[in-house]
């Protein structure tokens, strides 16, 4: 249990164990999503499933943890796995190489006991929130967009993402700004504790309530939805 | 008096804080109107820290909050 020494006694040993028998799905392997499974392999959550039906491209060097000079042109979800190997190769990664929809969502998000949202445009957010809501499994919202970023967890029938994204706004402000190296992995941090908290029943959770993170004027809001 | 709290993005050329005169009918929807802010870019809209709607009539004293939307990944 080496690997482990440092989650204690943060987690206790029985709750370390019981990490390896969870199954998390993350919807999205670049900026956000990479960093995310990187987080939950680390801790030894024993089954993830990494959604990405893209390749990695040049313009993903800057933020996505997952990419390197030498992966540019083959799938993310892919180079989750073989990265997770050289990481933590207790843990599972079922990739799934698959645009993430209506379609396919249902099969692939059945038995996981949490979903992660690390995907990149508002449309396909409402797609999983209503998946994630049928299937009755939680999920840990996370976006970035420039210096700026927001958390929230959404339990079956909160539907948090219509207060987010109120007149079902197809953009946000990262079509501009862009997304450096930073917010990707601060947002993502924050995505771990909470799934972390969703799966041991513990701590307060964002439920009901989104973090808007502002790194520019260093502000952190938390506002009641 | 209506307080007009910015977030984000939405501060660019703008302060953080705006005061409007309050009037009969005054709405958020008039407030971004007059801010030069698009519909689309106000994403969480809250009247004194709870939900709202744009088109809900203000009160007097009342506080408008209004943050840009975050969808990138």
């Known amino acids: 249990m080496g690997r482990y020494d440092r989650n204690m006694n943060m987690l206790s040993r029985e709750e370390n164990e019981r990490l390896r028998n969870f199954k998390v799905c993350v919807v999205g392997c670049g900026g956000l999503g990479g960093y995310v499974i990187e987080m939950l392999g680390r801790l030894g959550i024993g089954y993830i499933t990494a959604v990405d039906m893209d390749v990695f491209e040049e313009t993903n060097l800057n933020r996505q943890i997952l990419s390197n000079v030498n992966v540019i042109g083959k799938y993310k979800a892919m180079e989750a796995k073989e990265r997770m190997k050289l990481v933590n190769p207790d843990v599972f990664i079922n990739p799934v190489v698959e645009k993430f929809d209506i379609e396919n969502g249902e099969r692939i998000l059945k038995g996981h006991d949490l979903a992660v949202d690390a995907l990149d445009n508002i449309e396909t957010r409402f797609v999983l929130q209503d998946i994630c809501e049928k299937l009755n499994i939680p999920l840990v919202h996370g976006a970035i967009g420039g210096w700026f970023g927001q958390v929230t967890t959404i339990f079956p029938g909160d539907r948090a993402l219509d207060v987010l994204y109120k007149q079902k706004v197809k953009k946000g402000i990262e079509k501009e700004l862009g997304n450096p190296s930073f917010t990707p992995a601060l947002v993502a941090s924050i995505q771990v504790s909470e799934v972390l908290k969703v799966l041991l029943n513990r701590g307060e959770v964002l439920r009901k309530e989104v973090l808007y993170i502002d790194t520019y004027s260093q502000e952190y809001h938390k506002i009641k939805l | ?73």
């Open chain 2, 1 to 73: 008096m209506i307080k007009v709290k910015l977030f984000a993005t939405l501060r660019e050329g703008r302060q953080k804080e705006v005061v409007f005169d309050y009037f009969d009918g005054i709405t958020g929807k008039y407030i971004i109107d007059m801010l030069d802010i698009k519909e689309d870019d106000v994403a969480i809209y809250l009247i004194n820290g709870i939900d709202g709607k744009i088109n809900d009539k203000l009160k007097d004293g009342d506080v408008v909050s209004i943050f840009p939307p975050v969808g990138g990944g």
